[in-house]
């Protein structure tokens, strides 16, 4: 017996309905009752071994009157491990924050004994083995009752003695991943601590309900993990994809919360939002078929829940999704949040007990339906694959070539990519003309779509898929190929491949002849913003070419891009040999090529001496944060500048703003948000910027220094309706939700010789938007930077009001004002740290942008 007061205010819930006054006095002395935990959690299960401690025993309170500590949680499960035959666990990795992520194997000593054939025959397979499911939990940091339950699961599956428990052991492997975020849920679990009241506090009001910013839903960059299963962009994503492809487990849940008005959600989810490329048998029979055990255990403890009303099963990247791309069944669970220890709702207060023990129940029935149901789950697989595999079969597209021969690193991130989701990929032995684009031979890449993963294949190259809905729960299309703007063709035909590429290409910088006059470095890989910085971390004068030029290099004729890098010899505060030092460990950290010349007499095109060659500042970046302001897109931001770049940015929170002396930096990000329309906050950075800053803005950030007289750009005008069409209430949610750009792909037509656009070849960009600003064209000629074209849309759903205000409107404006300039963007170039394709543009305005005046002083020096 323990106390948990918690607990105890659950079952006194109906005493504040009908005697509040004796209900206000009970919740004072909470601490008086106390109740036997395994009652609550698992009342008809009696049998366990006294040798294995509980979560209660182990922690040194009850399960629900407090947040545990990731490492607590681990710890648990190591203790589990070390006192049971039962229990092994893996360290599969660790965070940025250096938290330690496990996975452990629940299943029979017999099992354990043989855990390596089982592992392999599953992957061949084999349906004479045992059943291998996959239980996840807390992909959201802020939604914590998963993990708790996780233990709870854990204890349970370990010590339990009853003959079903027995059974599961001998039939399933049940791996258990009790933390998907752990620095998010530490984050959280130490706010929901130190504001814990005790007595404890219901209102929704108090501190301890409402998170400062960032919250912690996200990981450490504050990015949504349960976005980056089809990304891949975290190592948290990365090390538990690794893991997935290892086991291949047939069931994989995901739990989380939603808000505390809510009851209870497992799927199915919204019918017409169920991803049409992945067979019809999933949805339509094998998620019913679940439905049925989720039911049977909720209704047992009485609690409420819905299904099929929302959450849809469109986009892979969900944890609840990955999994059904290869011949598995995903399960969400969405539960009601106490977001804290315990808060009023519209009806009954809500407890963190009670909110594990309903996500508890829910781990339980789907260990009970997967055995339950284990010959359909390995129907569900076969048929997966030969459908699949059929699909590919009969297919026009036989492969898709791809590869950009000037940028190596890009192209070497989209294979590590798909490499990373076990598609094939191989090296292409033959020029291919396709597209009007050429593929070299030794330099692009095919991809068979007659392969077992063709599933992913085509989520990875598809641009677009057939819709049954027209509402998004998130993106309404994800084509890797276009978010890497990576060039590439559909082959139709009969096509050859080389080798099997295993494992990602390196990348290797040609040798570095020393010059006593310059260097010169091409602009058109991903990894040059990085060299740049690195050279000037080494206190190298940088600079950039405004203009295409060729030179002789080592006896043989290279062409330069606008952009170019030029790095002059005496022009420097080190010496040539301290120079060349330099360069070479750049060249090497970076693998990008230097070249080595002797004269400034270009070729062709403007000569090295030339006045539009210009010194590149050093980027000093500071980026406003705090409450109002999309932590993800700030994420993004510092998280391209930390991990690609390995450049510092000041995160300052807007309150702060007011000490800060703008004066220090010479860059200013504001991502989405909304911002303060105080005078003296505007004021501020107008004339931080006519004073020679440069503001950089993403989405409503520019819509702000529009309407705040920053910029004297202007919106797109919204048409208004003056007589709309009657709708049924009933259906508004739907009507207005088809409206909203949930995320879809565009081409836009980028000015590649406005440093924003330096290093890319091709005028036509793929970008993303999932936002609602539209930028007008710049009255000025030259000021718009990229424009979408006049049929714009590549790939996703888009709304016909919202084709109106997309078609030729900019994406990218350069606005001149005073000795400074803001550069407008209408969308996010980072999107989900993905985008490769765009993120350099956002890359070159931060590098570039000090550089960019109006055509009027093209070529004078600033």
Known sequence: MHFDHLLVLFILNIISMRKPYIFLFLISHLPLFCFAQADYFYPTSKSFSKDIPTPEQFLGYPIGSHH???????????????????????EIGETIGHRVQVVAKITSPANHSRLEEIRKKNLEGSTDIPLVIQLGYNVHGNEPSSSEAAMVTAYYLTASEDEETLRWLNEMVILV???????????????????????????????????????????????????????????????????????????????????????????????????????????????????????????????????????????????????????????????????????????????????????????????????????????????????????????????????????????????????????????NNQNVNANGKTFEKGKSFVVPTEQTNYIMVRSAFEKDIVYRDSTFYDASTWSLVHAF????????????????????????????????????????????????????????????????????CNGVERGFPHGSIVIPVQQQTLDSDQLFAAIQEVSKATTMDFYGVETGLSTKGIDLGSGLIKTIKIPKAIMLIGSGISGYEAGEVWHLLDQRIGMPISKVDLI?????????????????????????????????????????????????????????????VTDTLKNPKRVDFENAADSEGAKRIGGSIFQIDLDITNPIGFGYGDRKVSVYRNGQT?????????????????????????????????????????????????????????????????????????????????????????
């Open 68 to 90: 545990t500590r990731h490492d607590k949680i681990i710890d648990y499960f190591k203790t589990l491990d070390r006192l049971s035959d039962r229990v092994s666990v893996e």
């Open 177 to 427: 991943d009790p933390v998907y975020n752990p620095d998010g849920r530490d984050r959280h679990t130490h706010w929901a601590n130190m504001h814990k009241g005790s007595p404890v506090v219901s209102d929704p009001m108090d501190r301890e309900h409402n998170e400062a910013w960032p919250g912690g839903r996200t990981n450490h960059y504050w990015f949504d993990l349960n976005r980056d299963w089809f990304l891949g962009v975290h190592p948290e994503s990365r090390n538990r994809m690794k893991f997935f492809h290892q086991w291949r487990p047939y069931v994989m849940t995901d739990h989380h919360e939603m808000g505390s008005n809510s009851s209870f959600y497992f799927d199915p989810g919204k019918y017409t939002s169920n991803n049409p490329v992945v067979p019809a048998y999933l949805y339509d029979v094998v998620h019913p078929k679940f439905a049925e055990y989720f039911s049977k255990g909720m209704n047992s403890i009485g609690s409420l829940y819905y299904t099929k009303e929302s959450y849809d099963k469109l986009y892979p990247g969900y944890g609840s999704s990955y999994v059904n791309f290869y011949g598995g069944i995903g399960l969400l669970f969405e539960q009601a949040s106490s977001r804290g220890h315990v808060q009023e709702t519209t009806t009954l207060p809500i407890t963190f007990a009670f909110t594990i023990r309903n996500q508890f129940t829910a781990s339980l029935a789907t260990v009970r339906a997967s055995i339950g149901e284990k010959e359909m789950l390995r129907k569900l697989r076969k048929d997966f694959f030969s459908s699949t595999l059929a699909q590919a079969k009969s297919s026009p597209i036989k492969a898709y070539v791809f590869g950009d021969s000037k940028d190596v690193s890009r192209t070497n991130a989209f294979i590590n990519l798909l490499l990373l989701h076990q598609v094939e990929v191989f090296e």
């Open 485 to 552: 703007n990576m060039p590439h063709a559909e082959i139709k035909g009969t096509f050859a491949k080389g080798s099997a590429i295993k494992e990602t290409p390196t990348k290797v910088a040609q040798v570095v002849t020393k010059s006593n006059y310059a260097y010169l470095m091409d602009i058109s890989d991903y990894q040059v913003h990085k060299a740049i910085f690195q050279l000037q971390s080494k206190k190298v004068i940088v600079r950039t070419s405004f203009k295409s030029f060729s030179a002789m």
């Open 656 to 716: 702060n703003l007011p000490r800060v002396n703008l004066n220090d930096y010479n860059q200013m990000i504001m991502v989405s948000g909304t911002y303060p329309t105080d005078k003296s906050f505007s004021d501020k950075i107008k004339h931080w910027v006519q004073g020679g800053g440069t503001l950089i803005t993403l989405k409503t950030a520019s819509e702000w220094a529009i309407k705040q007289g920053v910029v004297k750009e202007k919106l797109v």
């Open 774 to 862: 539209f930028l007008q064209p710049s009255k000025s000629a030259y000021h718009t930077v990229a424009q979408y074209t006049s049929t714009p849309l590549i790939g996703g759903y888009l709304h016909k009001t919202d084709l109106k205000k997309v078609v030729n409107s900019a994406a990218i404006i350069f606005s001149p004002e005073g000795q400074g300039r803001v550069l407008l963007f209408s969308d996010n170039p980072n999107f989900r740290g993905t985008w490769y394709g765009t993120n350099k543009m956002f890359l070159n305005a931060m590098f570039f942008g000090t550089l960019i005046s109006s055509p009027t002083n093209f070529g004078e020096e600033e």
